[in-house]
Each structure stands twice: as C-alpha cells, then as structure tokens.
C-alpha cells in the first residue's frame, strides 16, 4: 500500500486520473484504505482456513509476502501512472501472447520492407 499512496496514484475503479482535487483525493483515499481493510479481513479467514486444512506446516501468509523478493507482475507501466516499486519486482506484459503472430497486410509490409530509413509501426490491436 505504501509504494502506491491514495493521495496520489488514482485506484482504478474511481476513474480518477494522477490530477485530482483534495475531496477526489480523499475519497479515493477512503475507497482504497476501506476495500484494503475488507480485503485482509477476507483473506484473513480463507487463509486460515487453507493453512489449516491443507497446509498445517507452512508458515502464515504474511510470512510468506513479508518475505517477497521478486514479483514478475503482468502488466506494463506504459498502462499505468508512475509508482513506486523495488527494482526486483519486473513488468512482463504479453508473455500470455501467442506466439504466432497474425500476417501483416501485404500493402504495409511492401511499405515497411521499403522504406529507406525504418519505420515506427504502431498498432492498437489486432483485427481478426
């Protein structure tokens, strides 16, 4: 909670963007402070639970996380404001991609293959 401050970093289900007024700022405090308290209750009973039943020896879950040293975390700062985070925690977006990637249109190919000083090819999705 602490690398991403309410304050600043707008949560997502808000709708905020990073320039927000002092009553946006507070609420979107509130909404990520009260889901954040709702959320460790929630896990705080199904974690037991799992330990309990399935897992006796291991050791509690905060355990666990407090004990974090890398995160590979499937998303992309392009997509997201700037944050704080450690230098092991590693944005890997599109590694679920296929790895067959669909042909490029003929016409844009001809033109990319030929261009004389490179092209910057920009796409914002894929049509299927």
Not at 4 to 14: A, D, G
């Amino acid at each position: 909670m602490l690398s991403s401050p309410p304050s600043h970093l707008p949560w997502f289900i808000t709708g905020y963007t990073d320039e927000m007024s002092f009553t946006q700022r507070a609420w979107n405090a509130y909404l990520k402070l009260s889901a954040g308290v709702m959320m460790r209750i929630l896990y705080a009973y199904s974690d037991a639970y799992i330990q309990r039943h399935h897992l006796p020896d291991s050791p509690p879950v905060q355990t666990l996380v407090g004990n974090l040293s890398g995160l590979l975390i499937n998303h992309n700062s392009a997509w997201e404001y700037p944050r704080l985070k450690p230098e092991t925690f590693v944005n890997i977006m599109g590694t679920a991609m296929d790895q067959e990637l669909p042909d490029i249109a003929p016409d844009v190919k001809r033109f990319m293959n030929g261009a004389e000083h490179g092209v910057v090819f920009f796409a914002l999705g894929i049509r299927s």
